[in-house]
């Protein structure tokens, strides 16, 4: 079968590979619609330290099972439609042993550890995937980066009590964006250009700020009558960004950050104490994140394909990438349709 692989910055190809069997306890998955993540651009770049090539990228796979092994339950039947959940955890580390595998340390992650799912079947264990029959595999593979989006609200805490500001609304924003407003929270959409914020407003949130023409800071304090936010949610992953949370931030309000600096971060550090922060990391998902967005995509009026900025079939797979590239800005999400 075929595979896109990624073999060195800013090359990748496709290769001949050996077509998968499921063994006992795992499924065979055909794969539909691939969605690429930030991580799958980082590794195409030379930028993602997680990886070694030459690697298959993809981990946001929505499809249906082809075949099953040995004592898989009959639930897991052939034909049936879902995604695959692509992270596995170790079962050992410290956040293992606490419960929290979303934050393992040994995490493998489809496509980033190990090979992923731009190619025609992979075999997953039966438990990695959740079944539905309603979504669109387009949709179903949107669910990974909302989930990403969803588990920073749980970390948060948010509750309809609450005012969100989301600094970011690419697709992991857009998720933390839905997901407080799931929760039932005041949410004030921050990112730069109109595109972005137009798109979050569809998906609930109250206010936008254009950082890029207005003064956040200003904007937020005026929203909140002069309080902050009860809860930042970073997901820019800039310098700026992370202290601009520290900022924005209520009094014994949260900051939870999914963005990923790739610079060190400079913080006068007094308003962690002053304002007595909760201050959050936040990792990958957890399946009742997962759980959670299939739910409330399944709810949802209007199929969620404004988030889909492009579409490739498997054929093109190989100008996904380099596409992304040059249009990282109006870019919200590039797919794979097989
Ligand atoms: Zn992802
Ligand atoms: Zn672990």
């Known amino acids: 079968m075929k595979a896109l692989m990624i073999e060195g910055e800013g090359v990748c190809a496709f290769h001949d590979v050996p077509a998968p069997r499921p063994g006992p306890g795992e499924v065979l998955f055909a794969i539909r619609h691939v969605a690429l993540c930030g991580s799958d651009l980082n590794t195409f770049k030379g930028l993602n330290p997680l990886v070694s090539l030459p690697r298959i990228p993809g981990h946001e796979i929505g499809g249906e099972i082809a075949a099953v092994g040995a004592g898989v339950p009959d639930v897991f039947a052939v034909g049936r439609r879902g995604l695959v959940v692509p992270y596995t955890s170790c079962g050992t580390c410290p956040s293992c042993r606490r419960g929290r595998v979303n934050a393992c340390r040994g995490n493998r992650t489809l496509g980033v550890q190990q090979d992923g799912g731009l190619t025609e079947h992979i075999v ?50 857009m998720g933390a964006v839905a997901g407080a407003v799931h929760q039932g929270a005041r949410v004030i959409a921050v990112d ?147």
């Open 124 to 173: 997953v264990p039966h438990e990695k995937v959740i079944l539905n029959d309603t979504l669109a595999p387009r949709h179903l593979a949107l669910v990974e980066p909302l989930s990403v989006g969803f588990h920073a609200v749980a970390r948060g805490r948010v509750s309809a009590d609450d005012t969100v500001v989301v600094l970011g609304c690419g697709m992991i924003g």
């Open 192 to 338: 730069v250009g109109a595109a972005k914020l137009d798109i979050a407003a569809r998906y609930g949130a109250a206010e936008g700020i254009d950082g890029s023409a207005e003064d956040v800071a200003a904007r937020v304090e005026a929203l909140t009558g002069g309080d902050g936010a009860d809860v930042v949610i970073e997901a820019v992953g800039l310098p700026a960004t992370f202290t601009q949370a520290v900022d924005l931030v209520a009094f014994s309000g949260r900051v939870v950050y999914i963005g990923y600096a790739k610079e060190p971060v400079t913080y006068k550090t007094q308003f962690f104490n002053m304002k007595e922060l909760d201050i959050l990391g936040s990792r990958n998902a957890t399946i009742d994140d997962f759980r959670a967005v299939v739910d409330y995509l399944d709810r949802r009026e209007t199929p969620p394909d404004d988030l889909i900025t492009k579409v490739f079939p498997f054929a093109e797979a190989d100008q996904a990438l380099p596409y992304w590239v040059a249009e990282r800005e109006s870019t919200l999400k590039v797919m794979i349709e097989r």
